[in-house]
């Protein structure tokens, strides 16, 4: 499950190194390429049929179609090679599939049901620190970036690369992870026999979308609705950090600002963000078994807030650091609570409907973020940065504390709050 959830954060990562080698490659600007992810944005809402599917064939089938439905678009991307105004949407296209299939998140579930109590955050949030050892930061740029250097401010920095382009990039690592993956779920990976007795009880008949949403209760909805909530905001924030962060190290007047000349941006400033969100990760696992999920949800939305406001205040690199270590708590929470706070033989559905509705994040993230002239670099920051503030009313609805408990006690208790 860690290597997919590898090749997951890499897919969804390797933009931060290799955005605007992509805009330059189709003659338009990073701000206008945001423009077009938000418009494609909306295939992200089919990732609902990846976690039905899950629940429907089994975590092996699901979880084999999710790598297939990452791996295809990131190869077809270099055998496509887009260029000129049809490569625009050809790769806003391609680049969306490869979005929606990195929200699933469906290789959390096995984990959830199969591993003890009392580890259940901390293994949950090793797969999910597995997936985000930096590959993206240290390869992606080396691939996309050409032989010869690019004779422009924003490229100042540059060393020489392969040249092998954007789309190697994706198509390298998204056939490499895809072939791993595959060969490792066809022939080691078992169904967890939580699953194989949800199908038996339903007489091994495939469950159809329909009767898997007459199963969810009240209070899946209410649950579904509230990390949805959660998960659109998460995400929104983080895309807009995200699709920007190669113009905030180019942008000359914050360079000016900080150091009283031109600060292009570096490599380095991503790597070492890259290596910070795994120690992010760790902090979420043990958080989350040591304290509850609701104190390392506030944790990392409080430490989120402080690093996106003094990025603002300071301009300075080591603030974005901040934001590289504290988000990866929140998703660890979100990651880890999704997958064991709803019934077994619905799980899968019920955090497709999360995911699905999160999704519009993949939509008005790109579109905020290409408000970011509009708004000046200190207001966008701190705009960004209280987002993150919206996550904390969820606890308002006083969320069922999930630590050291099973999956069968959480089923039999939750409903009794």
Known sequence: MGLISLMDNYLAQVELGVLKYMAYDLGISVNELNFYFMIYGVIAFAVFFISWFTDAAGRKKGLMLLVLMMGIPSVLLPAVNPTGTAGIHVAAILYSLITMATLANTWQIPVAEEAPAKNRGKLGALAFLIGLIPIYAILGPVIARPETPIPLPDFADDKPGWGWGWEWAYGLWGLIFMVLCLLLLAFVFKEPERWVKAREQRQNKLMDIKKALKLMTRKDWLYALVLAGVYFIWSAAFKMGTLQFQNFYSDASISAVRTGGIDQYNSLYLIVGGLLTPVGALLSGLFLDKIGRKWTLVIGCIGSIASFIIVAITFHYVAMWGIFLCMPIVLGWITV??????????????????????????????????LAGVLGWPAYWVFTGLLMIIPLLSLLVKPYEAMHKTIEEIESQRDAK
């Open 337 to 370: 609570y999704f997958a064991e706070i709803f019934p077994t033989k619905i799980r899968a559905t019920c955090m497709g409907i999360v995911v699905t509705i999160s999704r519009a994040a993949y939509v008005a993230g790109p579109g905020l973020a290409s």
